[in-house]
């Protein structure tokens, strides 16, 4: 989970869920040792967050399997964790490449006008003049602050010249609270920003 400004990150994934479905936060790339740890690679920010979470959710077969955290760490630049159940190498072997997953509900209460970016994600975004820039589709952490990508309906111009076909504009909007990011209002899936369309050119103007 990655706080910055006023938005949590917790992890990297296109589902928007309700409570009952699951959140991807990492897989399991490999095993660690004899005694059935595994090696997970971590979508949460910092790496070791996914360690505050249990139980998992372990997707194998295409269901999902809950399983106890008993144990994890970090272990030079990767995490590795004992699940319960999971004794021994060929039961670790067992679980590679699996995705993890936690429920929405296991998710820590925001603060006042903090907001986990999934519930960002197909908000519209508008500025002070009423223009209307499209839907945050992705979000891209920079050095200083982190950065919107905003979908417009528009459709870009063609550049035959440049084997370019057409296909929605895209808008890169920094989320700046305050100074940028006015208002975020969930409840009417809206974000207000003082910004305008010729600020930043969209992703694919060189």
Request: a negative charge; aromatic letters at 10%; hydrophobic letters at 40%.
């Amino acid at each position: 989970m990655n706080l910055f400004g006023h938005v949590i990150v917790s992890e990297n994934t296109d589902l928007t869920p309700s409570d009952n479905e699951k959140l991807v936060v990492g897989g399991i790339s490999g095993v660690f040792g004899v005694k059935g740890w595994v090696k997970v690679f971590s979508e949460t920010d910092p790496l070791e967050n996914i360690l505050s979470y249990s139980p998992w959710f372990v997707e194998i077969n295409k269901q999902w399997q809950s399983f106890k955290l008993v144990n994890g760490k970090k272990h030079g630049k990767a995490i590795i964790a004992q699940l319960d159940g999971v004794g021994d190498r060929d039961q670790a072997e067992a679980l590679k490449r699996a995705r993890i997953a936690i429920d929405a509900t296991q998710l820590a209460a925001t603060n006042e006008n903090e907001f986990y970016w999934r519930d960002l994600k197909t908000c519209r975004v508008v500025n002070t003049s009423g223009f209307e820039f499209g839907q945050v589709v992705d979000i891209l952490e920079t050095g200083a602050n982190d950065v919107l990508v905003i979908q417009s309906k528009e459709l870009e111009e063609l550049q035959p010249n440049k084997g370019k076909t057409a296909k929605p504009k895209e808008f890169l909007i920094p989320y700046i609270w305050e100074s940028v990011i006015l208002k975020v209002d969930l409840d009417a899936g809206l974000i207000e920003v003082d910004w305008e369309p010729d600020y930043l050119n969209d992703l694919d103007s060189e």
